[in-house]
Each structure stands twice: as C-alpha cells, then as structure tokens.
T-cell receptor, first 112, second 114 residues
Framework: QQPVQSPQAVILREGEDAVINCSSS?????VHWYRQKHGEAPVFLMI?????EQKGHEKISASFNEKKQQSSLYLTASQLSYSGTYFC?????????????FGKGTKLSVIP | DAGVIQSPRHEVTEMGQEVTLRCKPI?????LFWYRQTMMRGLELLIY????????DSGMPEDRFSAKMPNASFSTLKIQPSEPRDSAVYFC????????????FGEGSRLTVL
C-alpha cells in the first residue's frame, strides 16, 4: 500500500523552510527519500531505518518515527535548486528488501 | 562511471505494436528494478531481479508485459501488444543490495501508445 504524502504541492520563496510528511498504515523497516526534477530520474537523498533516527544532508534533513509510522523531510533556507518533486518510499517490516513502495510525491517550487 | 543506461529515451508507437525497453545497470550491482511512472499512480514497481533472477513480478500489470535479464549487464521489458493505457515513463534502477541502499535510476523511457 502506498505511503501518503502531504502536502501535495508547496510554493516557497528562497530562504523559506518547508516540511514534507510521509505516513504509512504499515509498520515500517525503512523510509527512503528521493527528489525528481522535471524530466529527469529520481535521485536518492537519504534512507532512515527504524530506530527513530534523524539524518541530515546539508540543509535537508529527515526524521523517522517508527511508532507513528511517519517520516518528515525538512528543507531549511530553501534554494532554487531544491525545486522538484519529493518522493518518500517505504519498506514494510517483514517485507522483502526490494519492496520499496513510493508515495505520489510532493511538488516543491522555490521562487526568487 | 556510467550510470544506469536506458534506451530508447522516447518511443511512440501504435496500439497493438510490440515495444521493447532496454536497460544496462551499473556494473557490480546485483539488484535491478523496473518501475512505471504515471501521474495517476506515481512510481509503481513492476518487477525485481536479484542476481539476474526474477524475484517478484507481481507488479507486472498483465500478461502483455514480460521482462528478462539474460546477464548481469542487460535487461529488457517487453510489452506485446501495447495499448494506450501503457503510456508512461518506464524507469530502470539498480542497486548493490535490494532496497537496503540507494537505488540508482536511469533517465527513463517515455512511451506513448497511440
């Protein structure tokens, strides 16, 4: 079952912050985040494993609350280059390691 | 190193025709995925290969779809006969070990069936 992402779309001005949420109805083993620019392939951002860890990559970080089966992606001081569609992917606990199911994405537009 | 290579990048065909999409994964990767992306359904996993063996094809929508991986450096996704509802972007991705790590996606093959 697909994870649910919110919001579906968001528009930011440069320098503003954003949070993208991802929730699942299943117990999760891992959450993955990818970004896809228009007409391009999805590009990996990070993986979070159960254990409630938080990861960061420059000004993009994420958290994973395994009890709530939720993850959030935090983008701080957004840059024009952050524009794109962000996908969360989930692997359910007990599922095959390959069964990465993606949400429908959150379209982020950063404007000057 | 080259990334995942897919061909063709664009394919326009008529309903009923056979379509073959090709993928060359990153050398050394033992996992290969075929995904289909549409506006309505997002990214859907079609089939997964591990060490050239199909592990799960439950995402393949119909018998019209088939996939092969004859060796570690080549995979094909075939649609025969094609239908307009097959129009989508088809992505191939490879990784070192399933979804435990990063998936490297190819640029995709955009298929339009008229």
């Amino acid at each position: 079952q697909q994870p649910v992402q919110s919001p579906q779309a968001v528009i930011l001005r440069e320098g503003e912050d954003a949070v993208i949420n991802c929730s699942s109805s299943k117990a999760l083993y891992s959450v993955h985040w990818y970004r896809q620019k228009h007409g391009e392939a999805p590009v990996f951002l990070m993986i979070l494993l159960k254990g409630g860890e938080q990861k960061g990559h420059e000004k993009i970080s994420a958290s994973f609350n395994e009890k709530k089966q939720q993850s959030s992606l935090y983008l701080t001081a957004s840059q024009l280059s952050y524009s794109g569609t962000y996908f969360c992917g989930t692997v359910a606990s007990g599922a095959g390691s390959y069964q990465l199911t993606f949400g429908k994405g959150t379209k982020l537009s950063v404007i000057p | 190193d080259a990334g995942v290579i897919q061909s063709p990048r664009h394919e326009v065909t008529e309903m009923g025709q056979e379509v073959t999409l090709r993928c060359k994964p990153i050398s050394g990767h033992n996992s290969l995925f075929w995904y289909r992306q549409t506006m309505m359904r997002g990214l859907e996993l079609l089939i997964y290969f591990n060490n050239n063996v199909p592990i799960d094809d439950s995402g393949m929508p119909e018998d019209r779809f088939s996939a092969k991986m004859p060796n570690a450096s080549f995979s094909t996704l075939k649609i025969q006969p094609s239908e307009p509802r097959d129009s989508a972007v088809y992505f191939c991705a490879s990784s070192l070990s399933g979804s435990y790590g990063e998936l490297f996606f190819g640029e995709g093959s955009r298929l339009t069936v008229l």
